[in-house]
Structure formats: C-alpha cells, structure tokens
C-alpha cells in the first residue's frame, strides 16, 4: 500500500494578504499558529489565510479555474501552439516535465491549504470561550467545509472516478485530518468521498442555526451585516456547503445519492439567496460575472492584473495566449445560440480568437454557483417532467427558448449547459470525468482509455513524499 507522507512545519504560518473591507490585514504577516489562534479575532485571521492561499495562481487563482484545468478542457484553441505553456497539459501529456512540476505544485499547494485548515481545526475546539456568540459554531463549520471542498477537488484530479472500471475501490488519495508530521495511507475514492461527506455533514449542523446565509437567514437583515457575518454569501456558508454536498453526491453515484443530491439542490434554489441573473440586471460590464448567483467564490482584487492580462490579453506574452478559435466557439456557442447572456458578456473578439472577458471587471472567482444547483437538480429530479422544470427555468434565465429533454438526451444537453456554464472555471473537466465519457471535452475525440485523459498522475517527488 501507498502511503503519503505530508511534511508540515510545527506551527502554522500564514501569509495573510490585504483584501477590502474586514479583510484589510497587513501582506506582511506571518504569525505562528501559537501566537494567532489565541483569541476570537486570531482564528477569524487564520480563516483567511486560508482564503488567501487558495486564490494562489497554482490553485483557484488560475490553474484550477481559467487556465490549466478550461486547458484540460479543450477550451483554448491557442494552446495547441507548440509555443504555448499549456501545449502539453491540451495534449494530456502529464509525463512532460513541465506538466509533472505544475501538477506536483497543485497537489503540493492544495494539501498546504488543507494543513493550514487542519490547524484551526484542531485547536478550535480548545479554545471554546474566547468567542463571542455563534462565532465558535460558524468558524469550525466553514472550516470543515473548505476541508471537504480541498479534498474533493483533489481527489477529482487525481483519482479514478466511482463510474470508472471499480473506481469506487481504487486507491486515491490521503484525507488529511490533522496538523501532524504523519504518514498518511492512500484511501479508496469511496473512502475519500466518505470522509468529505463526514465533514460536510457535521459542518451543515454547525452552521445551520448560526449563518445568516442559512435556514434562518429570514432572521437578518442581511444587508446590514457586520464584522465576522459579514460577507457571507461570498464565504464557504450554509448553503454553500449544502450545494457542495449535492456537488459530492452526484459524483460519488450511490444509489440513494441520486434523491439526496436532489433534495440539497432544492434546498439551496429555494433559498431564494441567490437567484437567477436576468436580462435587466445586466446593465454594465461589473455585472457580467453574474457575481449574485455565487453561492461560494474567492475574492481576487487582483484579477485583471494577475489573471486578465497574463493570459487573455495578445501581447509579447503570447506564450500564455489563452483564447477560443471560430470553430471552438462555434461548439461551445452554436451560432444558433448568440442570444445567449453568456455568449454575450463572457467572451470578447481579439482578432480571430475570442477571449475571456468574465474576469475583466469583477473581483470574484466562482467555485460553487446556484446555476449548477438548477443543472444537478435536472439531472437528479425524480421525473422527467421536474427534470424539464429546472433545465428550462436556466434557459430562460440565459436568454434561450425552451427545450424538451428526454432520458435519452439529458446528458448531451447537460454537458452542452456546462460546457458554456462553467467557461473559465475549471468545471467541464469533472463534468465529462464524472461520466466516465470516452471522449473528450469539446472537441468530442474518441479516446480508448479515459483513465489516461481524466485521472491525472499522483506525483512522483516533491515536498510531499509518496512512498511505496
């Protein structure tokens, strides 16, 4: 058996980044774990740390978001210049050397986050009476939930998937629970997946009666929140814990998931705390994010500067040059489909290419939205005709006519929704793992072993060893 040996540091240090409003904190800092989680305000700080950490470029900063993972995708056209930094990542040529050091630094990074959680984690629980009211409560239950939210994408990367030839049994990664210098034995994806759920679920009763984006929410004005309940509907809350959970069950594919996936969908639609973008809403170019229908994103002051103009701007950085041909656009956005509210504000023309234009004004990069809740609930619903409810409530909310799904044509136009959904975000990658498909995304080729394509590599060395 594999097993997975995390280095950690024996106190946590956090690089602390400023950020607007209650995020306003010295880049400078970087306090032991011994020194910040002493007091309320110490673990709020610690919090977003790890916030900080996950808009890195090499997680969903860029790589697990618009480049490398939309890359995996088929997205970007101009990745297949041999001159371009993302050639072999578009080629799943994962032995390259420069795919082996970028990959190793995702999983490197991503379980750095994960350590960070665990110290908060573990200490909170310690450190009881240094909160003000429901501060405790909230806290732990975002963070559990970011733990389960690492994990799952980790696992998404570089495991098999349940509908994979017996990828529930096959062996995946570590789940990281403590902040120890330990080894760590590779779980089955099904392990793996139950321990997320594990966390999820007590994070959902940790939140539930404390979020003011929760089932309470009607208890607050949740316009005038304040200090550590302020910003909510950005941060990992109830409801985005709820969707993750319905994200985790569609994806682990027992065959109760199907009704509970379905039911957490639900729940978070019908919140009503994140609704549907409408044509009137869009009035300027900082609102083409969609940024309301986020039920969970990372604030990125630096978007335009760090992302926008490294990667979907032409200029003597070409070799980072990331934009769709006409024919890609045309499978993405059929021509047919120009009316489409995505089509319209996401994509932009730079000569021949179309680029990414979502990121240009906004300051959010989104991991978990609502429009996916309404695409799960599809997917899941008991009936074709609850199923056409929610796919054609989307559509009218993306400026499309109706459209009559059947069991036979479900996943085709699912994966055409997520396909122009998740543009920019990293998604369609899982979308298409998840099924299984032997094809790959977009450009539709066939391929004899999907393993190849969609279970990226475990690293062989870096700063967290993998020993036979």
């Known amino acids: 058996m594999k097993k997975i040996f995390i280095i950690c540091v024996s106190a946590l240090a956090i690089t602390l980044t400023s950020c607007e409003d209650w995020f306003d904190i010295s880049a400078k800092s970087e306090l032991k774990a011994d ?94 009476d240094v909160f003000s009211t429901g501060v405790y409560a909230l806290l732990k239950g975002e963070a559990l939930g970011i733990r389960a939210f690492l994990h799952f994408d980790l696992l998404r990367m570089f495991a098999p998937s ?28 099904e392990q793996v997946l139950d321990r997320v759920v594990k966390d999820l679920v007590e994070a959902r009763e940790m939140l539930k009666d404390v979020d003011p984006y929760g089932p309470k929410h009607a208890n607050y004005d949740l316009k005038a929140l304040e200090g550590v309940w302020k910003g909510r509907e950005f941060r990992m809350n109830y409801y985005a814990v709820t969707a993750l959970m319905a994200r985790v069950l569609l994806y682990r594919g027992h065959p109760e998931d199907k009704e509970k996936a379905f039911q957490y969908a639900k729940e978070v639609i019908d919140s009503g705390l994140f609704p549907l973008i409408t044509s009137s809403e869009i009035k300027s170019s900082e609102d083409n994010g969609f940024v ?28 980072n040059f990331l ?3 006409k024919r890609t656009l045309k499978r993405v956005f ?28 906004s300051k959010r990069v989104p991991l978990i939205k609502v429009s996916e809740m309404y695409l799960i609930a599809t997917e ?25 799904l059947t069991q036979a044509n479900m996943n085709k136009h699912l994966l055409a929704e ?35 394509v969609y279970v990226i590599p475990l690293p062989k060395e870096n700063t967290y060893f993998i020993q036979q």
Not at 421 to 449: M, S, T
């Open 35 to 128: 020194d910040l989680l002493n007091n309320e305000q110490g673990y709020r700080d610690a919090l977003i740390g790890c916030y900080a950490s996950m808009k890195s470029k090499n997680l969903y900063g860029a790589q697990l978001t618009m480049t490398y993972l939309d890359c995996l995708s088929q997205y970007y056209s101009t990745a297949n210049n041999a001159q371009n930094s993302f050639y072999y990542a578009a080629k799943y040529d994962y032995a390259n050397t420069k795919e082996e050091k970028r990959k190793d630094e995702i999983w490197k990074d991503q379980y750095n986050v994960i350590a960070n959680v665990n110290s908060l984690v573990n200490r909170i629980d310690k450190s009881k």
């Open 162 to 189: 349940p509908s994979m030839t017996d990828g529930l049994q096959a062996k995946a990664i570590p789940y990281v629970d403590q902040f120890t210098n330990a080894l760590y034995a590779q779980l089955s994806t």
């Open 292 to 319: 309301r229908e986020n039920i969970f994103s990372l604030e990125h002051t630096g978007l335009k500067d760090d992302i926008v103009d490294n990667y979907f701007v032409v200029d003597e950085r070409a070799y």
């Open 323 to 325: 934009a769709l041909n």
């Open 334 to 361: 059929p021509s047919t489909l120009d009316m489409d509210y995505r089509r319209q504000w996401w994509l932009g023309t730079t000569g021949n290419n179309f680029t990414i234009v979502k990121y240009n004004s």
């Open 380 to 404: 899941t619903a008991p009936n074709i005709t609850t199923a056409n409810k929610y796919y054609n409530e989307l559509l009218y909310h993306r400026g499309l006519p109706s459209e009559a």
């Open 418 to 452: 997520y396909a122009k959904e998740f543009i920019g975000e990293g998604q369609l990658f899982y979308a298409y793992k998840r099924l299984n498909n032997k094809i790959v995304p977009i450009l539709q080729r066939g391929i004899e072993k999907p393993e190849a």
